[in-house]
């Protein structure tokens, strides 16, 4: 079976392939009773239902239920793409208020598995109000603290796509898939189709993850299982990985934590987590996967939330996927590890433009205002507010092979008009090394430990 046709399977099929055996058990509908053709009185829409009906076997676009996925229950809600394209009516809105309402009273996470071209043409707007009461839902289940994870299938588009499907706190698509707000049928004609795809999506930061069918019930359990465990225990903090021996020197701190040799973040991840997932994208248009990693994990069967930095200058869009990553992880009531390692921001012109600042300032507040607890390791280079806004204001640890600044030594000098040679008694002045940031109360000194060693 080609992903294309993958895509395209009709809603039991796709739930045959989410759920475990046998564990699907569909919810009860509770519809309205329907006007001979419609509230409109759209001539032909009573045939149109009937031949539909007939020939998907469904009396509706959506199909709800319960089931476990990976041995973690939840409410599934699966589109009839053959059902009148999968579109939104009256009764569909009924069906999914009705699912929402059965999350939230059994404190279920919900997975919408999305087929559709939009609202329903014979409908008119009380088709396109359904939206409303589908984003209200997903709001309710929201604040509820519930997770929401996607599945966009082949096409998911209009306002399907815009509520159910991007108002999820994770997004997953199956490959080949057609993703866009605008269907193929109504997109300028000169739209470069490549753009309305699932591959498209995750490139541009609107989803997380192209998932293979044969890998979808495995990844769905994964992060269902890791979403679906809270603690308000902070987490912990992990064993340093390179030098024991704190520096010597400001200029030795700042060499150790340049050094290539060093272990980055990457290393301190595959320590620390037996298992973990990737969140990608800030749903503004970026990524930035080369200066942020963020996701969950387990950690001695514990879920715990991460955004690491990975020693390059860190992206407005790496900055906005971490504030979306903690904020995700303090609705959920999950822990939250942080990894500080960065030069600094990005300061280029593109940098600016894309809202470095702006962006700074959405981690700084994410920080700031969780309740779930933060912690916070500083594995290499601390460099100023563009590492200082990940950092747990009273949870802060660094390595020995690290440091933290106000500013670089060498752009320290350059402001006070010394000449280069004066580089290196600048960053002992600035006091920037692990012993002297617990000596002024910033962070704690992390040194090595056993591999199971935690604080």
């Not at 150790?256 to 990737?278: C, G």
């Not at 600094?344 to 205002?369: C, H, K, L, M, W």
């Not at 390595?399 to 402001?415: C, G, H, K, Q, R």
Request: aromatic residues 4%; negative net charge; glycine residues 12%.
């Amino acid at each position: 079976m080609t992903d294309r046709l993958s895509a395209r399977l009709s809603a039991r099929d796709v739930l045959a392939l989410v759920a475990d055996p046998s564990s699907f058990t569909e919810l009860p509908h509770r519809e309205r009773e329907s006007a001979p053709d419609g509230p409109l009185g759209w001539q032909g829409y009573d045939g149109s239902r009937l031949r539909a009906a007939e020939r998907t076997g469904e009396e509706e676009s959506v199909v709800c239920g319960t089931a476990t996925v990976g041995g973690t229950r939840a409410v599934l809600i699966a589109f009839e793409f053959g059902y009148l394209g999968g579109s939104l009516g009256e009764r569909t809105g009924d069906r999914l208020e009705g699912a929402y309402e059965h999350a939230r009273g059994h404190r279920l996470p919900v997975v919408p598995l999305i087929a559709t071209g939009g609202s329903r043409m014979q409908e008119g707007m009380l088709a396109l109000t359904q939206l409303q009461r589908v984003a209200r839902q997903s709001a309710l289940t929201r604040e509820a603290g519930l997770p929401q994870i996607a599945v966009l299938r082949d096409p998911t588009t209009g306002g399907g796509w815009a509520t159910l499907g991007a108002g999820a706190d994770v997004i997953l698509a199956l490959p080949g898939a057609q993703v866009g707000f605008a269907g193929s049928r109504v997109r300028p004609p000169d739209a470069d189709p490549a753009a309305y795809t699932a591959e498209a999506q995750v490139t541009a930061g609107a989803a997380d993850a192209v998932v293979a069918p044969r890998e979808l019930r495995g990844t769905l359990g994964r992060w269902l299982r890791l979403l679906t465990r809270t603690s308000d225990a902070p987490a912990p903090v992990p064993a340093a990985l390179g030098d024991t021996d704190l520096p010597a020197t400001g200029w030795d701190a700042v060499r150790r934590a340049r050094s290539p040799e060093r272990p980055r973040a990457a290393d301190y991840l595959d320590a620390y987590f037996t298992d973990r997932v990737t969140v990608s994208g800030d749903r503004c248009g970026g990524t930035d996967p080369e200066g942020m990693l963020c996701g969950f994990g387990e950690h001695k069967g514990r879920t715990v939330a991460y955004a690491a930095q990975t020693g390059t200058a860190t992206r407005p869009a790496g900055y906005r996927t971490a504030a979306r990553l903690i904020r995700l992880a303090d609705r959920l009531g999950i822990p939250v590890l942080t990894l500080v390692d960065t030069p600094g921001a990005a300061n280029d012109a593109e940098a600016e433009r894309q809202g470095a600042g702006a962006a700074i300032a959405d981690v700084f507040s994410a920080v700031a205002a969780a309740r779930t607890p933060v912690t916070t390791l500083v594995i290499g280079e601390g460099g100023s507010g563009g590492a200082l806004a990940l950092a747990a204001p009273d949870n802060t640890w660094a390595t020995p092979d690290s440091y933290f600044s106000v500013i670089a030594p060498e752009l320290a000098a350059a402001i006070l008009k010394r000449p280069a040679s004066q580089v290196e008694t600048t960053a002992d002045q600035l006091r920037i090394r692990p012993q002297d940031l617990a000596e002024l109360g910033v962070a704690r000194t992390r040194e090595r430990r056993l591999p199971d060693g935690d604080a």
